[in-house]
Each structure stands twice: as structure tokens, then as C-alpha cells.
């Protein structure tokens, strides 16, 4: 299969999985459908599925209200509060990465966004994450989103 055809049928399986999810959806963050979701894209592209980790759900969800709270998309919202200092402050250690977003009212939505941009959707499809936190938070009317992936 070609990638995009790949992609398109990733899409239509998005839009399948995730029809009726919200940002409370994604704030559960233990939520078995979000999970089976981002799994099933990485299905589509042969890759080993994510399991929940609850630092990397805490790195996310610290993420998601600091943006939401400061109205601020970035990996690094305050000082000394960057990507790298949280995943330390947490203690992983090891690959990780991280996909931030704003404004996407759904999870379908976010996670179409990510598939999209080149380095998101790397981040996602990489081959030796295995786990996943995500979370989302809304500030100024704004829904705040945050993936961490971790190998």
C-alpha cells in the first residue's frame, strides 16, 4: 500500500474511532478508546502498540494546563519548564517526545492535525515508542493539547 493511500485509510479510520470524542474524553487520559484509537493508526503502518504510562500521562497533563492556564502554545510555557525538565522532574529517562496543539475541538481533530505535519506524525509512527500519555486542558476558550510518546 502506498503512504497515501495509507494515510487516507488511517484518516477514514480516524474519523470511524473517534467520532464522538471530546476534550473530557482526552482529560480521562486512562481511557481505553483514546488508547485503542492511536493504536489502530499505528496498526495501519505496522508498528507495535502504545501502552499507557502514568508518568508520561502526568508529564501530559502538566502540559496541557500550563498552556491552557497561560493561554501559551509551547514545548517550553515558563521557565525552566521545558520538555526536557519535565521528563527529568518526572524521572524518564530514555526517548521520548512530545506533540503540543491548540484550538481542535475534538481528539479526531488533534490527532488528523498531528498525522498531517510531518514531524508530529514522526513522532507518533516512531518505531520504538511504547508509550503514551496524553491529555488536554481548555484556557480562554480554547481546548490545549498535549501527546508525550516514550520508548
Do not use: C
Request: aromatic letters at 8%; zero cysteines; hydrophobic letters at 45%.
Amino acid at each position: 500500500m502506498t503512504g497515501i493511500r495509507k494515510f487516507a485509510g488511517t484518516m477514514a479510520l480516524l474519523a470511524l474511532f473517534l467520532s464522538g470524542f471530546s476534550t473530557a474524553t482526552a482529560q480521562a487520559g486512562s481511557d481505553n478508546q483514546v488508547l485503542v484509537a492511536v493504536n489502530t493508526i499505528r496498526a495501519n503502518f505496522r508498528l507495535p502498540p502504545l501502552q499507557w504510562h502514568p508518568s508520561l500521562q502526568r508529564a501530559a497533563q502538566e502540559q496541557a494546563v500550563m498552556m491552557a492556564t497561560e493561554r501559551k502554545m509551547s514545548h517550553k510555557v515558563r521557565r525552566g519548564q521545558g520538555f526536557g525538565a519535565r521528563m527529568k522532574r518526572i524521572g524518564y529517562r530514555g526517548l521520548a517526545a512530545e506533540n503540543i496543539a491548540r484550538g481542535q475541538t475534538s481528539l479526531a481533530r488533534v490527532l488528523r492535525s498531528w498525522l498531517e505535519s510531518p514531524g508530529h506524525r514522526r513522532n507518533m509512527l516512531h518505531p520504538r515508542m511504547r508509550f503514551l500519555g496524553l491529555a488536554a486542558s481548555k484556557g480562554g476558550g480554547r481546548n490545549y493539547w498535549a501527546m508525550v510518546l516514550g520508548g
